[in-house]
T-cell receptor
C-alpha cells in the first residue's frame, strides 16, 4: 500500500521561530519521488521540492530545508526564522509505480506576528 | 500567460445548471490532471490525460465530463451537480507522468 501521513494537522508559531513539518510515507517501490507543495489562501499549490528515492542528500534553499531519511521513511520540511508569509497549508506527496500522486492531508501552518 | 491558468476562479451554480471549467497550460507539458479538493479531505485525483488520451478515471460520477482537445487545454464539463460537489477544483500538468506536477490556481465551485 502507498500512503503519506502528515500527522500534524495544524501548527502555530510566532514569527522568527523555526518549525518542522513532518511527513512519513509508505511504499514498496524502490524507485519513487517525494514532493512538498505550499498552498496559500489563494488556493494554488506551489511546488517547493522534488526528491527521488536514490538521493538522500538533504537540501537547503534559503530558509527552507528538507531532511530525507529512507531508514525512517520520512521527508521532513523545516522553515528557519518563519515569517507571516509562510502561513499556508503544506502538502507532502509521493509518486511511485502507479504514476499517481499520493498526497498527505496537509499541515496548516500559522505564523503569528 | 505563464504556467497553468484556470477559469473561472469562482463559480456558483444551481443543481440543474450546466457549466464548464477550463484549464490551460503554457509549459509544453504532455499530461494534464483534474483534482478535487474538499474541506478536510485529501486531494482526490479525478482524471488524467496523457497526450490527449484519458488514462485515468477514478470512479468519478458521470455528472463530471472531462475533455482534452489538445495537450494544452483541459475542460471539465459539469451538469446536474449536487451540493456535495462544492469544492476547489485544481488542474495540473506535467511533462510526463513521472515528472513534477504544476498546479493552477483552482476554481472554487459552490453548488446550491
Amino acid at each position: 500500500a502507498q500512503k503519506v501521513t502528515q500527522a500534524q494537522t495544524e501548527i502555530s508559531v510566532v514569527e522568527k521561530e523555526d518549525v518542522t513539518l513532518d511527513c512519513v510515507y509508505e511504499t514498496r517501490d524502490t524507485t519513487y519521488y517525494l514532493f512538498w507543495y505550499k498552498q496559500p489562501p489563494s488556493g494554488e499549490l506551489v511546488f517547493l521540492i522534488r526528491r527521488n528515492s536514490f538521493d538522500e542528500q538533504n537540501e537547503i534553499s534559503g530558509r527552507y530545508s528538507w531532511n530525507f531519511q529512507k531508514s525512517t521513511s520520512s521527508f521532513n520540511f523545516t522553515i528557519t526564522a518563519s515569517q507571516v508569509v509562510d502561513s499556508a497549508v503544506y502538502f507532502c506527496a509521493l509518486l511511485s509505480g502507479t504514476y499517481k500522486y499520493i498526497f498527505g492531508t496537509g499541515t496548516r501552518l500559522k505564523v503569528l506576528a | 500567460e505563464t504556467g497553468v491558468t484556470q477559469t473561472p476562479r469562482h463559480l456558483v451554480m444551481g443543481m440543474t445548471n450546466k457549466k464548464s471549467l477550463k484549464c490551460e497550460q503554457h509549459l509544453g507539458h504532455n499530461a494534464m490532471y483534474w483534482y478535487k479538493q474538499s474541506a478536510k479531505k485529501p486531494l482526490e485525483l479525478m482524471f488524467v490525460y496523457n497526450f490527449k488520451e484519458q488514462t485515468e478515471n477514478n470512479s468519478v460520477p458521470s455528472r463530471f465530463s472531462p475533455e482534452c482537445p489538445n495537450s494544452s487545454h483541459l475542460f471539465l464539463h459539469l451538469h446536474t451537480l449536487q451540493p456535495e460537489d462544492s469544492a476547489l477544483y485544481l488542474c495540473a500538468s506535467s511533462q510526463e507522468r513521472v515528472e513534477t506536477q504544476y498546479f493552477g490556481p483552482g476554481t472554487r465551485l459552490l453548488v446550491l
